[in-house]
């Protein structure tokens, strides 16, 4: 979906990385206005979207906080092998528990 | 370097050594004219050790379905074989408990280490390719070459937490660089002076590089995986702050399906704090 | 620093031997001063603020006229503006960046490297990407009327530079996370650099405390109507000790050893589960010397404070290797709770609140935690609240002195004035030196307000002295604590030495019982303040357990009768032969009297019937504030002598 006519409370269905190849922002992040800024400084126009994301749950957390947890959790993770799906289990896992904590 | 190493094998006996009371359960379990109810007036003898061992035989970590109130009664509903892993344990936290350690606390060296110990117990449990008894002694033991780092090296062993601590590598190959050495390979020179069964040594020398393991045994891998899930669920800690690389041949050694973490995951978390505190409360 | 990462730093116009041959597109001789500047200043940058005055210094050198921004990634993926220049055009410079982000020269940037870009005939912007090989920081921008390629090199090396600090400083993580232009309150008048500094202690690794408190900002601005903020003030019992007796580079060690520890203690899951919080709700800093703060946002469940106090308390109470044994350290731990809404709603007032706890915690013994409760304010800590009462007293001047009189009986004539410590309520009502003197000698603050009194009144005999008043003795009181510490005549001498005031212009009094509390100290004091010079009084004389003795056995200038003696006197038989007693005692060991407390003209009478020497009391003139005390007892001892001359 272009930028232009993506809207607040969508769902990015992608990671999205950056120049580097070090990811930017996770799938399942919820599109705000502040998102679409970040992805237009980035140069990124087009983003793939979740087709129907309902997830209360989570849509109701505020998406700073969401993205500091996983930045931690980025951190925590990033001298392990993220590439196996194991690995990306268990931090699923971690996510979905400090983001339940809330 | 290497001095460090080989410094550092010649100290071990510096540690506190297992008391008498876990040598003479074990020779009674190994005779073959022992019995139990031997073995149950050794540990009463010692009464703080007789209610520790009551707590943790008690606790989650058994998931026993009525309270127990004698230390035979635990021990005969348990069995003879999961008697010998219950008594080293109790015996070896009570040792090591109260000393003090460096930048982590020997509260979180073991929380970690239960922690660890009872991952390991449902992934053996789940996957069914270990025995989860050998499998939790193994998980709790894996450690234990921390302790004489932090104990004799307090210095170095700082060093290469700080180094670990602003990401420059992960901590057992940090200890490499800084000692010659890894809490893996003193671990079991440790654990071999005790003349702890083989298969728990092995365990801990190769819980990091299971594929480097000459004999190849499901409690390794099980331990591998377990360390992997207790650091990233980050329950207690040796001194590790980010979670270490999976070998993926150990994680099919396990029998493990992806899927089945969550419950791995959840069940590690919900037995451990019961676990601890019957292990480290007073 | 490495700079073979760097492909902007080994372009071959920086080798001299390209530099000699000169032209357009080598970096002139002023761009490789303010680089090798930059070189030698950025490595010992500790905080962006810091980094950013050397950038700003180097960039003004290179191209004078611009101004500059800089952006740094967020957690979220979006930029944020941290510094500007000039501060004025914030808004202007904000804006300005939107712009390009919006136009896609800042995406071009952030993929290019750089982007130069003339926006208007009369305005050029330089956008140039801080990152090194392995991660993106940010953008800085530039921005005049016309920026020259050798300087856009130039910048393009600094930048660099900067973003090999920036990795230096965040050990890896790509994001700095700063206050957001919507968190905060207002948008005008704040500078933000001043206000952003790197989230790491160089010692233990730990965020500092403004990054803490930013913290704690933030937190409380998030609260909703079912979470709070905690706060801790964790302190090291006796730290000063391990410093001393165990060196500084040990003492290092171990709190690095505490921070490190206590981190992993609050980095565990079972810690998180039990408060319902995740790891970006708490925040762990050094806040002090050897003081840590742990600030817990969304915090739903206030009653646990209880639990992170003795969570804490276990993991240090093993203790620490130290050289082969073990040494014990305890905490001290203050904890408060924001409440929901009103209560503490700065993070300043939380602190405050934690300290008072802290406090407390610490008067209760070592190794013990207390809770805020607001209702110490209103009467539960008399004590904490005199004593931080005492702390900003001293810090703003609220205390004053007064002087009472001392006349000799026979003749009238002024030989000398007491001093008295007077401090007001913030109110304006007074608070008895009964009740704030014995708090300050428990703190320690008494030294401190000793030697405030002593600078004091030694102002004042040189201002009276200027204006050609007699040349009176003014009398100090010490207190026992003072007298107990070796070293008094030394600070003495010193203030007065400072001042200029000759030591017999000083009396110092002193009680009985404060000599019982360390009596071979108080000898030894008193004894080195009579050699210097100094006179010392027995205050309150006949009141102690051990009156005689101290005539007996202590090198004293003389006593001063308690108004006990002296408020009964005439008609009361016992009171008359005490004083008549102590009065001829004193005689005959040849010590001066001055009677305290002379509040009738029969007393007045019949202690100077009995040859007391001098005295005071109401009777003679109540203790008065410096002005007044100038005025009755100074303008008129002139004017006598005016007369009789």
């Known amino acids: 979906m272009r930028l232009t006519d993506m809207a607040p409370g969508m769902r990015l269905a992608k990671d999205v990385y950056d120049p580097n190849g070090n990811v930017l922002m996770r799938s399942g992040t919820v599109v705000t206005e502040r998102l679409v800024k970040a992805l237009r400084s980035w140069g990124i126009d087009e983003v793939t979207i979740e087709a129907d994301a309902e997830d209360a749950a989570s849509a109701m957390l505020d998406p700073k906080t969401a993205a500091e947890i996983r930045a931690l959790l980025d951190q925590q993770f990033s001298l392990s092998n993220r590439d196996h799906p194991v690995i990306q289990a268990l931090y699923g896992l971690c996510l979905e528990r400090a983001l339940g904590n809330r | 370097m290497m001095e460090t190493k080989g410094d550092l094998l010649e100290r071990l006996d510096e540690l506190p050594s297992l008391p008498a009371v876990y040598h003479r359960v074990r020779q009674t379990l190994e005779n073959p004219d022992g019995s139990l109810e031997t073995v149950a007036a050794i540990i009463e003898a010692d009464p703080a050790l007789a209610a520790r061992l009551l ?109 670990h601590r602003d990401r420059q590598g992960h901590l057992f190959d940090l200890e490499q660089q800084f000692f010659g050495s890894s809490h893996a390979e003193i671990g079991a020179a440790l654990l071999r002076g ?89 | ?226 979470t709070s903020v905690g706060t801790l003030l964790l302190d090291i019992d006796g730290f000063h000790r391990v410093n001393r007796e165990l060196g500084c580079d040990m003492g290092d060690q171990i709190l690095r050893d505490v921070a490190l520890r206590l981190d992993s203690a609050l980095r565990s899951r079972l810690f998180f589960e039990t408060l319902g919080i995740a790891e970006c709700d708490l925040c762990f800093s050094r806040t002090g010397a050897d003081e840590f703060g742990l600030a817990i946002a969304r915090l739903r469940t206030p009653q646990h404070l209880d639990e992170i106090a003795a969570h804490l308390h276990s993991h240090v109470a093993e203790g620490f290797l130290q050289g082969g044994s073990r040494l014990h350290l305890s905490l001290s731990i203050g904890l408060a709770d924001s409440g929901q809404d009103a209560d503490a709603s700065s993070p300043q007032a939380l602190l405050r609140n934690a300290d008072t706890a802290l406090k407390k915690a610490k008067l209760s013994g070592r190794n013990k935690h207390a809770i805020y409760t607001p209702d110490w304010d209103e009467s539960g800590s008399p004590h904490l609240r005199t004593e931080s009462l005492l702390q900003e007293a001293l810090r703003q001047d609220r205390f004053s002195l007064h002087y009472q009189p001392l006349f000799g009986l026979t003749d009238m004539r002024l030989v000398g004035a007491e001093v008295l410590l007077r401090l007001d ?152 032969g005490i004083a008549i007693s102590i009065l001829e005692m004193a005689q005959r060991l040849r010590y001066p009297v001055i009677a305290e407390g002379i509040e009738t003209a029969a007393q007045l009478a019949f202690l100077r019937a009995e040859g007391c020497a001098s005295g005071q009391g109401f009777h003679l003139g109540r203790p008065v504030p410096t002005d007044d005390f100038q005025k009755s007892y100074f303008a008129q001892t002139e004017a006598d002598s005016g007369q009789s001359a």
Not at chain 2, 268 to 275: E, L, Q
């Open chain 3, 1 to 226: 620093m490495n700079l073979a990462l760097h492909p902007r730093l080994l372009s071959p116009a920086e080798t001299t031997g390209e530099l000699s041959k000169g032209g357009a597109a080598t970096l002139f001789p002023l761009a490789l001063d303010v680089l090798r500047e930059a070189m030698a200043q950025l490595p010992a940058c500790r905080t962006l603020t810091e980094l950013f005055s050397v950038l700003n210094a180097c960039s003004r050198t290179l191209v004078p006229t611009a101004k500059t921004a800089t952006l740094l990634r967020q957690p979220d993926a979006c930029f944020e503006l941290v510094q500007c220049s000039p501060r004025a055009l914030e808004a202007e410079l904000r804006e300005q960046a939107d712009a390009m982000i919006e136009s896609g020269h800042f995406a071009q940037a952030l993929k290019q490297g750089l982007c130069y870009h003339r926006e208007r005939p009369d305005r050029a912007s330089l956008l140039l990407r801080i990152a090194t090989p392995r991660r993106i920081y940010g953008v800085a921008l530039w921005t005049s009327h016309h920026i020259p390629e050798d300087a856009r090199q130039a910048l393009g090396a600094l930048t660099d530079l900067a973003a090999m600090s920036l990795e230096r400083f965040q050990g890896g993580a790509e994001s700095f996370l700063v206050q957001t232009h919507t968190d905060r309150p207002s948008v005008g008048g704040i500078s933000i650099a001043e206000d952003v500094a790197i989230p790491a202690d160089q010692l233990t690794g730990l965020a500092h405390r403004t990054h803490f408190i930013r913290f704690l900002q933030r937190a409380l601005e998030q609260r909703t109507p079912s």
């Open chain 2, 55 to 163: 707590r943790v035989a008690n606790s989650a970590l058994y998931g026993l379905a009525t309270k127990v109130d004698t230390v035979l009664r635990a021990l005969t509903i348990i069995g003879a074989a999961e008697t010998h892993n219950l008594v080293l344990a109790t015996t070896l936290v009570s040792v090591f408990r109260d000393l003090p350690l460096g930048a982590v606390s020997m509260r979180s060296f073991w929380e970690h280490s239960i922690a660890c110990g009872v991952a390991a117990r449902v992934i053996a449990r789940v996957g069914g390719r270990a025995s989860p008894d050998r499998a939790y002694l193994a998980g709790l033991l894996h450690d234990i070459g921390r302790l004489p780092l932090y104990i004799l090296e307090p210095h170095i062993m700082g060093a290469a937490l700080q180094a």
């Open chain 3, 425 to 576: 309520m913030t109110d304006g009502s007074p608070i008895p030196p009964s009740k704030f003197i014995p708090v300050a000698e428990s703190t320690g603050q008494i030294a401190e307000i000793g030697e405030w009194v002593t600078r004091q009144v030694c102002h004042q005999i040189r201002a009276w002295d200027a204006l050609g008043y007699a040349r009176i003795p003014f009398s100090i009181n010490v207190s026992g604590i003072e007298l107990s510490l070796p070293r008094l005549t030394e600070r003495f001498a010193r203030i007065l030495a400072a001042e200029q005031v000759p030591h017999r212009r000083i009396h110092v009094e002193i009680t009985e019982t404060a000599i019982a509390r360390n009596e071979k100290q108080a000898l030894a004091n008193i004894r080195e303040l009579r050699e210097a010079g100094f006179e010392v009084w027995i205050d309150d004389f006949g009141t102690g357990y051990s009156s005689l003795k101290s005539l007996k056995n202590f090198p004293i200038s003389g006593i001063k009768l308690d108004r006990e003696f002296v408020k009964d006197l005439v008609g009361d038989l016992a009171a008359e």
């Open chain 2, 194 to 282: 005790w003349a702890i069964p083989e298969v728990f040594c092995a365990a801990a020398a190769h819980h990091h590089r299971p594929a480097l393991a000459e004999h190849p045994a499901p409690e390794i891998a099980v331990t591998h995986v377990a360390d992997l899930v207790a650091n990233s669920l980050r329950i207690g800690t040796s001194g590790a702050r980010w979670t270490p690389i999976l070998d993926d041949l150990a994680w099919r050694a396990t029998g493990l399906e992806t899927a089945q973490l969550r419950a791995v995951v959840e069940t590690t978390i919900a037995t451990t704090r019961d676990v601890t505190s019957a292990f480290l409360e007073h």
